[in-house]
């Protein structure tokens, strides 16, 4: 069981980026999957997530406005479209699953954790 963060880069404030997160060795159809970031120095952070169907999603109110989680189960593949994209977005961002059923927001409660991909918001 595999996940694999990409998409990440270098963008200017108010830039878009869209991460990818490919999974390998199981479908991620059977998964919720949540996007967490983690910050020099800081904890790491939720960030969104999106139930194995796709009709649940959860994001904190400073970031459902700017960020945008979508799956495309055909591709065994998560996204999250980032916009409106500030210097406090940088961070190392990670795709995690899990099999439980709901939509969560602490690391805890998910299983599997791919490796991240670094964005960076500077001027």
């Known amino acids: 069981v595999q996940l694999q963060a990409s998409g990440g880069g270098s963008v200017q404030p108010g830039g878009s980026l869209r991460l990818s997160c490919a999974a390998s060795?199981?479908?991620?159809?059977?998964?919720?999957i949540g996007w967490f970031r983690q910050a020099p120095g800081k904890e790491r952070e939720f960030v969104s997530a999106?139930?194995?169907?796709?009709?649940?999603?959860y994001s904190p109110d400073s970031m459902k406005d700017r960020f945008t989680i979508s799956r495309d189960n055909a591709k065994n593949t998560l996204y999250l479209q980032m916009n409106a994209l500030k210097p406090e977005d940088t961070a190392v961002y990670y795709c995690a699953a899990t099999g439980r059923l709901g939509v969560f927001y602490h690391s805890y409660e998910y299983d599997y954790w791919g490796r991240g991909t670094l964005v960076t918001v500077s001027s």
């Open positions: 999106i139930s194995y169907s796709g009709d649940s999603t």
């Open positions: 060795g199981f479908t991620l159809d059977q998964y919720t």
